[in-house]
């Protein structure tokens, strides 16, 4: 059965600047599996997934998958760019704050198993106070 670890670089940003999402996948079993398929998502932190001001990457997983050997693990990562946290019904409105996003995503595996890692959270600061 298979695992999964992610992480954020940098994990506190100022909006528009780039964040990189690493993503390891390790398999505890006795024979390699392949991932078939990453879905990266963002949430704002406590509420469901839904479409935030994040834009979001994907791993590239080839048409066969990727092996991650019995015992070892894969390492994959995707960049993520947030956009200013802003609340408000208009922009012209708006009052800058800072927001907390949830990121995840689900690992999708060859032997019909998912990995879900933890989800991280990223801080946004609007770059306007």
Same mark, same amino acid.
């Given at each position: ?15 528009? +600047? ?89 690992? +999708? ?17 609007? +770059?306007?106070?």
């Amino acid at each position: 059965m298979a695992t999964a670890t992610l992480t954020l670089t940098p994990s506190t940003v100022k909006d528009l +600047q780039k964040v990189t999402a690493n993503l390891t996948v390790t398999n505890g079993g006795g024979t390699a599996v392949l991932v078939q398929a990453i879905a990266p998502f963002a949430a704002v932190s406590g509420q469901n997934t839904q479409a935030v001001p994040v834009q979001m990457g994907a791993p590239f997983i080839p048409p066969n998958g990727n092996s991650v050997p019995a015992g070892g693990s894969l390492s994959f990562s995707w960049d993520l760019i947030p956009y200013a946290p802003w609340s408000g019904s208009s922009f012209v409105e708006a009052t800058f704050t800072q927001m907390l996003f949830s990121i995840g995503c689900n690992v +999708q595996m060859s032997d019909g198993t998912s990995a879900v890692p933890t989800a991280a959270t990223l801080t946004v600061n609007s +770059q306007v106070s």
